[in-house]
């Protein structure tokens, strides 16, 4: 008996790293049904998975090609590239940071402006007063937003999520949160979706500097001119609209029950943040902010490729820039990949070396993304110091008054 204990522990060893494997297999197959999941993994098993699955599946091996292909590009124009970064103009880089810095404090400002008024704003479906901010507390939350949202991973959506979690902290409902996140929506993204209309439309008919494909001007117009369109529709439907409770109406069933879920989500969350846009942006601190986050941001970026090439017509410059900025909407780390993607493309198709292009629009993507880290990161502690003091306010206006 004493010969065999060796041995039992060695298999029980064996069983558990075994298990530890089939658990990690299964991690990575959880796109595979449940009816042929097991400890051995069918190399044929594709041809069992239902359509669902299997267009999964697909989709994801067709987004690891376009990143793998995207990848060997970029290897490919590495030496290139880093030669264009160390020979370019550090003069230039050192200018953007300030115009980056400036950009920032336009994007606090516009929050300040939303989230700042929410209080004496009359919210909808509101069940719970807002604490209004402060412009220091407007700094602190969106600068961590923006410092989280480029380090960790979801992108945006991680930085949106400490943001709901701060709002709610402070004391907005989940109404005011929605309904002041659309609004902030739409007037953040405005200038972005008004300048590529106009750029579209000049470029396009030769009124300005600049020679791009009907592709990259005339299509995204239209686009553009589709989503002034449709908010505007909103914003007058939104003056009188009255969300419906939640779980009143049926859940959609059937192939695209998600994507008629969320539609109805947008067509319920979309009419009141826009009336609100509408109404916020008279402010001066709100259209200032508006102007001011992409415009001096657009500075940078012109510097960011000047410090490495001689820039290009300026219209094309700003249609690659705003279009760009389209691809900040991908839910990616700071938006890493969709934003530059789309620039560098911009760029290449308006006569500019692709090496070049892709070196400027790195050196203003590090000044961006370094100026947003270091900032809110500093600004995420201070944050966290406001949570508690207004948890400690909240605490102290829920006492009982002594006597009573």
């Keep these: 008996m004493a010969c065999r204990a060796p041995t039992s522990r060695r298999s029980s060893q064996i069983a558990a790293t075994r298990g530890s494997s089939v658990a990690a297999v299964s991690a990575l197959t959880k796109f595979i049904p449940p009816r042929i999941r097991g400890l051995r993994v069918d190399p044929?098993?594709?041809?069992?998975?239902?359509?669902?699955?299997?267009?999964?599946?697909?989709?994801?091996v067709l987004t690891y090609a376009i990143f793998l292909l995207i990848i060997l590009g970029i290897l490919k124009l590495v030496p290139r590239?880093?030669?264009?970064?160390?020979?370019?103009?550090?003069?230039?880089?050192?200018?953007?940071?300030p115009f980056e810095v400036v950009s920032i404090a336009g994007y606090v400002v516009l929050?300040?402006?939303?989230?700042?008024?929410?209080?004496?704003?009359?919210?909808?479906?509101?069940?719970t007063p807002a604490r209004p901010l402060s412009l220091r507390e407007?700094?602190?939350?969106?600068?961590?937003?923006?410092?989280?949202?480029?380090t960790l991973p979801g992108g945006g959506a991680t930085g949106f999520a400490v943001q709901f979690w701060a709002l709610a902290r402070a004391g907005f409902s989940a109404a005011?949160?929605?309904?002041t996140t659309t609004a902030f929506l739409v007037l953040s993204?405005?200038?972005?979706?008004?300048?590529?209309?106009?750029?579209?439309?000049?470029?396009g008919a030769g009124l300005v500097a600049g020679d791009l494909h009907p592709a990259l001007t005339w299509i995204p117009a239209a686009i553009a001119a589709a989503v002034v369109v449709v908010i505007l529709l909103f914003a007058r439907r939104g003056r009188d609209f009255v969300p419906p409770e939640e779980g009143s109406r049926p859940a959609f069933t059937g192939r695209f029950a998600k994507m008629r879920t969320m539609l109805r989500e947008v067509g319920d969350r979309l009419p009141p943040g826009a009336y609100d846009a509408l109404r916020i942006i008279r402010r001066p601190a709100a259209a200032g902010g508006m102007l001011a986050n992409p415009g001096f941001d657009f500075v940078a970026f012109y510097?960011?490729?000047?410090?490495?090439?001689?820039?290009i017509a300026l219209p094309v410059m700003l249609m690659a820039y705003f279009i760009g900025q389209v691809g900040s909407l991908i839910p990616l780390p700071g938006g890493i990949g969709g934003v530059q993607g789309l620039a560098i493309g911009v760029l290449v198709a308006g006569g500019m070396e692709a090496h070049y292009a892709t070196a400027g629009v790195l050196v203003w993507t590090g000044v961006a993304l370094g100026t947003q880290i270091v900032w809110g990161m500093w600004q995420y502690w201070r944050l966290r110091k406001s949570i508690k003091r207004w948890q400690a306010e909240d605490a102290d206006a829920s006492a009982p008054v002594p006597g009573t």
């Design 189 to 203: 993204n405005t200038v972005m979706t008004v300048m590529i209309l106009v750029l579209g439309v000049l470029i």
């Design 138 to 150: 407007s700094m602190q939350l969106t600068t961590s937003r923006l410092a989280l949202g480029d």
């Design 303 to 311: 510097l960011g490729v000047s410090s490495v090439t001689e820039p």
């Design 44 to 60: 044929g098993a594709w041809r069992h998975m239902d359509r669902a699955a299997l267009k999964h599946l697909l989709g994801r």
């Design 111 to 127: 929050f300040w402006a939303v989230y700042g008024a929410a209080a004496r704003m009359s919210m909808q479906g509101a069940d």
């Design 176 to 179: 005011q949160i929605s309904r």
């Design 81 to 97: 590239i880093w030669q264009d970064v160390k020979e370019g103009d550090p003069l230039d880089v050192l200018l953007a940071i």
